[in-house]
């Protein structure tokens, strides 16, 4: 399929999406809880709210940011100490996986606890995020092919070296990939870490309107959350083509 | 031409390798090598597929431990020389790391090394090899002869005190294969460096080498060293030549035992 085309097809799939949207919210074939699209637009377009937004938007981005910054770095250092210690990988592995699995809502009390409530959002963000990049980058400094691995042995590289000039490049891409899925996920991992009472947020407007009933302040708030994140993605995918361009 | 009066540079002796396939199986991919290679000899290796002449290379590139024998390469064990960068390789892979270009490809073993590179020498080597004007280039964007006469370059960028090539022209057209064994034996006659190649041609074996090894097929044995006769420099004409012919067509005899009783 040429580019001209799949760009035709994408676009034509975003409009019947829109589409169907508002002509479910218009004929309420779903109920109340189901806004037009429009409706919620002319909410999110009045601008008597958007100090309201701008603060949670705020808030969320912040912790989200701050979770992706701790989960990115915790994921690299773990993933670079396993891969020179790699006594040390089984174990790390395993409690990688296991904080992984258990679900942010087992670990939301235990969060509140450790980080209060304000840290909250960052905490479960950071979590999600250095799963991903973890797991990414200690298969990525394997990636490398058979013959350049022995090459560097046979050149005589000493351990670091071979790191710096062929192991942490090669794992290049596979980090790039992860920071893609970690943007995403650093957002949902804030907006879930507001639940549990942080002070403000797109996390607590959508709970706030939930329970309220408020359902184009719902609406509003999970339309600027996912506008945000598909931005965030878009960027990262460009990141992602362009390393991936360069190194493989 | 046979090298008892030179200080040997590669030694192998009563090299065994055995592969291990699961608890109960293994196959034995060398039996009972000895071979030396004196100072700046050329010794080409060759045998049918899966004979173990890859193998051999591995041994004395540190990559593989013999099962059974003594592997010397310099006076020492293999892992020592390429701990002190004076070994080089070229693999029928050409191993070049696809994020750098050409020149700091063959610049590899430099940094590698810790020392600082040597420009003027990575551009001698690189019109050495006619990559000359691809300085720049990526090795994806090179045709598969340049990344092949890329690694070469590469691997003799250290001075290395021995080169070991493993099918490093196996991928190329007759006519640069031809064109690249003219410039290997140029740039052998110029430093002299102890070179083992293996290869499935017999032609480049005899054209580049001064002792051509045989070996037979699993177990990998060796069935016979042919001293080759010509003179040096040798130019492409003596492919020509009847003696060449005769003795392409002893090693390729002795490639295929079983073709001769039959």
Same mark, same amino acid.
């Given at each position: ?44 377009? =009045?601008?008597?709210?958007? $100090? ?13 940011? =701050? ?18 210690? $790699? ?21 939301? $009390?235990?969060?509140?606890? =450790? ?35 022995? @090459?560097?042995?046979? @050149? ?9 000039? @062929? ?8 980090? *790039? ?14 907006? @879930? ?5 942080? $002070? ?20 509003? *708030? ?27 | ?64 431990? %013999? ?46 090394? #810790? ?23 990526r090795p994806s964007q090179l045709? #598969?002869?340049?990344r092949q006469r890329a690694s ?7 001075? %290395? ?31 002299? !460096? !102890?070179?083992?190649?293996? !290869? ?8 580049l080498a001064d002792r051509v ?12 060293? &042919? ?17 060449? &012919? ?5 090693? !390729? ?10």
């Amino acid at each position: 399929m040429g580019r001209a085309s799949q760009i035709v097809y994408g676009a034509l799939g975003v409009v019947l999406f829109l589409a169907g949207w508002e002509v479910i919210g218009q004929y309420r074939l779903a109920g109340l809880t189901w806004p037009p699209l429009s409706t919620v637009i002319e909410f999110l377009g =009045t601008s008597s709210r958007w $100090p309201l937004f701008g603060r949670a938007l705020a808030s969320t981005m912040s912790s989200a940011a =701050t979770g992706f910054l701790i989960g990115v770095s915790l994921g690299l250092v773990l993933a670079l100490g396993v891969h020179l210690l $790699p006594r040390l990988r089984p174990g790390t592995d395993r409690l990688a996986a296991m904080v992984n699995a258990i679900p942010a809502i087992a670990l939301g $009390p235990i969060l509140i606890v =450790t980080f209060d409530r304000a840290g909250t959002p960052a905490a479960l963000a950071a979590i999600h995020v250095f799963f991903l990049v973890y797991v990414a980058v200690s298969s990525g400094l394997t990636a490398a092919q058979r013959a350049q691995q022995d @090459l560097l042995t046979v @050149l005589g590289a000493k351990r670091t070296m071979r790191l710096k000039l @062929l192991e942490a490049p090669a794992a290049l891409p596979a980090f *790039a990939s992860s920071l893609k899925v970690a943007l995403s996920a650093s957002i949902l991992g804030a907006i @879930l870490g507001e639940w549990f009472g942080a $002070p403000r947020g797109l996390g607590v407007i959508i709970l706030n309107a939930m329970e309220n009933f408020q359902i184009p302040l719902l609406w509003s *708030a999970v339309l600027l959350a996912a506008g945000i994140s598909l931005a965030l993605f878009g960027l990262a995918t460009w990141l992602e083509r362009a390393v991936h361009r360069r190194f493989r | 031409m046979s090298p008892p009066s030179l200080k040997s540079a590669i030694e192998l002796v009563g090299v065994s390798k055995d592969y291990r396939l699961d608890r109960s199986t293994s196959v034995k991919a060398l039996d009972g090598i000895d071979l030396a290679i004196g100072e700046g000899e050329f010794v080409a290796l060759i045998g049918p597929s899966g004979c173990g002449k890859s193998t051999i290379l591995r041994l004395l590139a540190s990559l593989e431990e %013999p099962s059974a024998g003594t592997v010397k390469v310099a006076g020492g064990p293999p892992a020592a020389l390429a701990a002190a960068h004076r070994l080089g390789v070229a693999f029928q892979d050409h191993a070049l790391l696809p994020w750098l270009p050409v020149a700091r490809n063959v610049a590899l073993p430099f940094q590698v090394a #810790g020392r600082a590179v040597d420009q003027a020498k990575v551009a001698d080597l690189l019109r050495l090899v006619g990559l000359t004007g691809f300085e720049a280039a990526r090795p994806s964007q090179l045709s #598969g002869g340049m990344r092949q006469r890329a690694s070469i370059a590469r691997s003799l960028v250290l001075d %290395p005190e021995v080169l070991l090539l493993d099918e490093p022209f196996g991928a190329l057209d007759a006519v640069t294969r031809r064109h690249m064994n003219i410039e290997l034996q140029r740039i052998w006659q110029e430093r002299g !460096t !102890t070179t083992l190649l293996v !290869t499935h041609s017999v032609d480049e074996a005899l054209f580049l080498a001064d002792r051509v090894v045989v070996m037979s097929k699993r177990p990998g044995r060796i069935l016979a060293i &042919h001293p080759v006769p010509f003179a040096r420099p040798r130019l492409p004409d003596i492919m020509r030549a009847e003696e060449f &012919h005769h003795l392409a067509d002893r090693l !390729t005899l002795a490639l295929e035992p079983e073709s001769r009783a039959a």
